[in-house]
């Protein structure tokens, strides 16, 4: 099984939909409200260089933004 972790912030309307679109396929992951636990940022910027949001790491693979297409594609390797 692949480990899913969304980091995402509180108001952020592109999470909502990426969590969502985890949840309506039954696709189990762990989000990290970056609003919440401020101390994930620096890891989040250092690996992808990037502090927008939502960003999801699969087995140590990045997806940055709401992108269901690469999503799936990492899933399924």
């Known amino acids: ?4 972790t969304v980091y995402t ?3 952020c309307p592109y999470c909502t939909l ?7 396929r039954g696709i189990p992951f762990k989000e990290v ?3 919440q ?3 994930a940022v620096d890891y989040v910027v250092r ?15 990045w ?11 990492l899933l399924q390797q």
Do not use: C, W, Y
């Open 37 to 39: 636990h401020p101390e």
């Open 63 to 73: 997806v940055i933004g709401f992108d269901p297409q690469r999503i799936m594609q």
């Open 18 to 24: 990426l969590k969502n679109f985890l949840a309506e």
């Open 1 to 4: 099984m692949k480990q899913v």
């Open 33 to 35: 409200n970056l609003h």
């Open 9 to 11: 912030t509180t108001t």
């Open 47 to 61: 690996s992808t260089g990037q502090m927008g949001v939502p960003q999801t790491e699969i087995n140590g693979r």
